[in-house]
T-cell receptor, first 112, second 115 residues
């Protein structure tokens, strides 16, 4: 039982490049989330999903897209990366009865 | 809009002391409150989860309390050890009926336990 995993762990992009971050969970959770963590700002919700095929915007969705084609996977895409998207990205999934969230190890992204 | 505040922002104490970390939130309509630990460069580890109907939860040397009506939670760490050094984050799940909201986080308390 790996819990929540994220790929890749680190990435450096140039402004304007695109990339996809992958989150996978093996706990059969319906709900999944993407957060970003920035110094002095704390963690903020980007997008979330309440089930396969559904997505919704969080607090800071601009510049990101997401997809949930399979229940166990939640993808975060950056179509045209900007330096303001330099951050650490965390994925989480949520246990339905308790609403407890479980986090992945994070992806550290630098956009130059 | 829900806001979560953690006080103090940083704390440095000698080993062995008991200590209290504080968390406050502006909207009392929460589903639960979670305390997390984050080590430098690492992910978040869930420490304690308190449902809105509960008053406290305990795990080993950790005890978390919740006063939903006043919008406050405390994390009590007994007999602190150098291995407790980390950033502690408080987060609330806003109750929205559909229950689909994510967590709103405080900015954390950076804790250093001196050997």
């Amino acid at each position: 039982n790996a819990g929540v995993t994220q790929t890749p762990k680190f990435r450096v992009l140039k402004t304007g490049q695109s990339m996809t971050l992958l989150c996978a969970q093996d706990m059969n959770h319906e709900y999944m989330y993407w957060y970003r963590q920035d110094p002095g700002m704390g963690l903020r919700l980007i997008h979330y999903s309440v089930g396969e095929g559904t997505t919704a915007k969080g607090e800071v969705p601009d510049g990101y897209n997401v997809s949930r084609l399979k229940k166990q996977n939640f993808l975060l895409g950056l179509e045209s990366a900007a330096p303001s998207q330099t951050s650490v990205y965390f994925c989480a999934s949520r246990d339905r009865p308790t609403y407890e969230q479980y986090f992945g190890p994070g992806t550290r992204l630098t956009v130059t | 809009k829900q806001e979560v505040t953690q006080i103090p922002a940083a704390l440095s104490v000698p080993e062995g002391e008991n200590l209290v970390l504080n968390c406050s939130f502006t909207d009392s309509a929460i589903y639960n409150l979670q305390w997390f630990r984050q080590d430098p460069g690492k992910g978040l580890t869930s420490l304690l989860l308190i449902q809105s109907s509960q008053r406290e939860q305990t795990s080993g040397r950790l005890n978390a309390s919740l006063d939903k009506s006043s919008g406050r939670s405390t994390l009590y760490i007994a007999a602190s050890q150098p291995g407790d050094s980390a950033t502690y984050l408080c987060a609330v799940t806003r109750y929205s009926g559909g229950g689909a909201d994510g967590l709103t986080f405080g900015k954390g308390t950076h804790l250093i336990i001196q050997p």
